[in-house]
T-cell receptor, first 112, second 114 residues
């Protein structure tokens, strides 16, 4: 079945550092890919998405490119802030299904 | 835009007691509805999803059940809670019939079973 594997955390960074969170997927078809963010004590929010190969999703300084050849959707941000401290989830949805498959989540802590 | 109301925000229940968590959605019709559980330090586990009234799929066999009495209402229940039912329960919705529609999440219910 479809699955998502993302980099295990926790990740601790200093402010203005570069952030990368790796995400790879396994799917039988052509899934849509998502990154969600969960701030402490809250539900998840959609951060960005890409629906086809080579699409780049971007939001709040974060970017991720749908790479079909490497089945990856790595999340990047060039200069993180303390407010980016959160748990980040990679997810995919298959064309033939209504469910999203989530990765295990990566906890990111940014220190001032 | 879609708004999800989920309550209560926190709940402490003894082992063996019943459970009822409610979720209602505003701003959309005939949404797909989902219940996820997030155990401490772990990822999201899909428990149930529904693409319409009387259409509920269970992903994980356990002592939980779900019902959808109205188009935009989704209820998670248990007759007897277990310690392992502790976790953060999230209700989510997406657009009807759209596989790549992003999920919108409620703020969650933190359940502690003692």
């Amino acid at each position: 079945g479809d699955s998502v594997t993302q980099m295990e955390g926790p990740v601790t960074l200093s402010e203005e550092a570069f952030l990368t969170i790796n995400c790879t997927y396994t799917a039988t078809g052509y899934p849509s890919l998502f990154w969600y963010v969960q701030y402490p004590g809250e539900g998840l929010q959609l951060l960005l998405k890409a629906t086809k190969a080579d699409d780049k999703g971007s939001n709040k300084g974060f970017e991720a490119t749908y790479r079909k050849e490497t089945t990856s959707f790595h999340l990047e941000k060039g200069s993180v802030q303390v407010s980016d401290s959160a748990v980040y989830f990679c997810a995919l949805s298959d064309r033939n299904d209504y469910k999203l498959s989530f990765g295990a989540g990566t906890t990111v802590t940014v220190r001032a | 835009s879609q708004t999800i109301h989920q309550w209560p925000a926190t709940l402490v229940q003894p082992v063996g007691s019943p459970l009822s968590l409610e979720c209602t959605v505003e701003g959309t019709s005939n949404p797909n509805l989902y219940w996820y559980r997030q155990a401490a330090g772990r990822g999201l586990q899909l428990l149930f999803y529904s693409i319409g009234i009387d259409q509920i799929s269970s992903e994980v066999p356990q002592n939980l059940s779900a019902s959808r009495p109205q188009d935009r209402q989704f209820i998670l229940s248990s007759k007897k809670l277990l310690l392992s039912d502790s976790g953060f329960y999230l209700c989510a919705c997406s657009g009807a019939g759209r596989y790549n529609s992003p999920l919108h999440f409620g703020n969650g219910t933190r359940l502690t079973v003692t």
